[in-house]
C-alpha cells in the first residue's frame, strides 16, 4: 500500500500512487485506528460518534444587557424613555385633522352679499344731511342754527337729550335739559351786543342797585370760571347788597373770560358770562349770578362751555328758562360784548391782569385780610366822603 501524504503539500491528498477504485477516505463513521480514543470513547474500531454540541458552562447565570426587555418610561426601573411626556403611552400616530365637508354653503341669494344695499341706503342718508345742514348754514346769513339779525331761533325738529355732567360734591344737582339746551352753542365774537340795562363806557357794565346817581360806584371784574371770584363773592356780597339796596351805592358787574385766556381750548367763562348777561336780558341777574357761583365747578373743568349744563341751571331760577333765554344761551348773543370786558381789564391792569379786581370810584380796592370787613370799611369811607 502506497504511502499517505499531506494534503496540503503539490500532489498531495490522494496520493498519486493508490490503487484504482480504491477510495482514499475512509468509510464514513470510520476512521483510522488510533492508541487514543476520541473524547475518551470508542474505543478501536468502534463507529465513529458524532462531536457533542458546545455546552456553555455559564448557561442560565449570563444575561445579554442587549436582549434585556425594554423597560418602558412608566417603569421604576430599566433604561428610560428619553422623549418628552407627550410620547408616553407609544405612538399615537399622525395629528388628527376634522373632516373635510366641502366649501362653505354660499348665503341665500346665489352667494350675493346683502351689505351692497344698506351702505348705500347709508351713503344716501349721509349726502341728504350733508346737503341739508348747507343750506341752513346757508340760510341763516352768519352760521348759528336758526339765527337771523343776531338773534335765536329753536331750530323745528326735535333734537336728541343731551344728559348733563354729574354735580361735583357739594353741588346741586341739575334739572333735566330741555330740547333747545342740546343743541351745540355757537360764539358770536364779531359783534358786541350789550345786554339790557348795561352802563357805563361802551355799556360794558350791568348795574345793580336802587340808585343810579349814587355817589359811590363799586366796580367789580369777575369770571365766573374763577375760584378766587367765587370766594370774594361769598364774602363780600353781604357787605355791599344792602348798601346798593339802601341806595347808598352802586355796584357795576363786568364779566370777563380771563380764565378761557390761561386753559386755551375751553368756553366755559365766555359761555358762562353770556349766559348771565341772557339773565340780565329777562330781569333775573341776581339770582342766576348767585347760582352760578354757588355751583361752580372745579376752575380746571369746562363744565360750562356746555350750554345744556347753564340752561338746565337756570331752570332753578323761577321765571328763567324761557324759550327766548335758551335761544340767547345757544347763540353766544353776548359773547363778544364779554370778549370785549376782557379787553378793558387789560386796558386797566395791563397784561398782567387778574381777577377779583375791585375798585371804589375809579381807584382800586385791595382787602389786607381777605374778610368782608375790609370792604365794608372802604365803602363806608367813601360814602361819608373820608
Not at 363806557?201 to 374763577?226: F, H, M, W
Not at 337756570?314 to 345757544?330: D, H, N, R
Request: hydrophobic share 30%; net charge negative.
Amino acid at each position: 500500500m502506497a504511502t499517505a501524504q499531506d494534503p496540503n503539500q503539490p500532489g498531495g491528498w490522494p496520493p498519486q500512487d493508490a490503487c484504482p477504485g480504491q477510495d482514499p477516505y475512509p468509510p464514513a463513521g470510520q476512521f483510522e485506528p488510533s492508541d487514543q480514543p476520541l473524547f475518551g470513547q470508542p474505543q478501536s474500531g468502534q463507529p465513529l460518534l458524532e462531536q457533542p454540541a458546545y455546552q456553555d458552562p455559564n448557561q442560565g447565570q449570563y444575561q445579554n444587557p442587549y436582549q434585556a426587555p425594554y423597560q418602558g418610561p412608566d417603569q421604576q426601573q430599566g433604561y428610560q424613555q428619553p422623549y418628552p411626556p407627550r410620547y408616553q403611552g407609544g405612538y399615537q400616530g399622525p395629528p388628527q385633522t376634522p373632516p373635510y365637508f366641502g366649501p362653505p354653503t354660499p348665503p341665500p341669494g346665489g352667494g350675493k352679499s346683502n351689505r351692497a344695499p344698506i351702505l348705500i341706503v347709508v351713503a344716501v342718508l349721509v349726502l341728504c344731511l350733508g346737503i341739508g345742514g348747507y343750506f341752513v348754514t346757508a340760510g341763516n346769513g352768519n352760521g348759528k342754527p336758526g339765527s337771523t339779525s343776531g338773534s335765536a331761533t329753536l331750530p323745528a325738529g326735535p333734537a336728541p337729550v343731551a344728559t348733563p355732567s354729574a354735580p361735583l360734591p357739594g353741588q346741586t344737582a341739575a334739572a333735566p335739559p330741555s330740547v333747545a339746551a342740546t343743541i351745540a352753542e355757537t360764539h358770536n365774537m364779531g359783534t358786541v351786543v350789550p345786554p339790557s340795562g348795561a352802563v357805563g363806557t361802551d355799556q360794558l357794565a350791568i348795574p345793580y342797585g336802587t340808585n343810579p346817581s349814587a355817589k359811590v360806584v363799586l366796580t367789580i371784574y369777575e369770571d365766573l370760571r374763577c375760584s378766587f371770584c367765587a370766594n370774594a363773592e361769598a364774602a363780600d356780597t353781604p357787605v355791599y347788597q344792602p348798601m346798593a339796596d339802601s341806595g347808598q351805592i352802586e355796584v357795576q358787574y363786568h364779566l370777563v373770560d380771563l380764565v378761557d385766556q390761561t386753559d386755551r381750548g375751553s368756553t366755559g367763562s365766555l359761555d358762562a358770562g353770556n349766559a348771565l348777561a341772557c339773565a340780565q336780558d329777562a330781569g333775573k341777574f341776581t339770582g342766576y349770578h348767585t347760582l352760578l357761583f354757588a355751583d361752580q365747578p372745579d376752575e380746571t373743568s369746562d363744565l360750562y362751555g356746555s350750554a345744556a349744563e347753564l340752561i338746565a341751571l337756570a331752570k332753578q331760577v323761577p321765571g328763567l328758562g324761557s324759550p327766548t333765554f335758551e335761544a340767547c344761551v345757544i347763540s353766544g348773543r353776548h359773547d363778544g360784548w364779554v370778549a370785549k370786558n376782557y379787553t378793558s381789564l387789560i386796558s386797566v391792569l395791563g397784561a398782567s391782569a387778574y381777577v377779583p379786581y375791585y375798585a371804589i370810584n375809579g381807584k382800586e380796592f385791595t382787602s389786607p385780610t381777605g374778610s368782608g370787613s375790609d370792604l365794608r370799611t372802604a365803602l363806608q369811607a367813601a360814602i361819608s366822603g373820608s
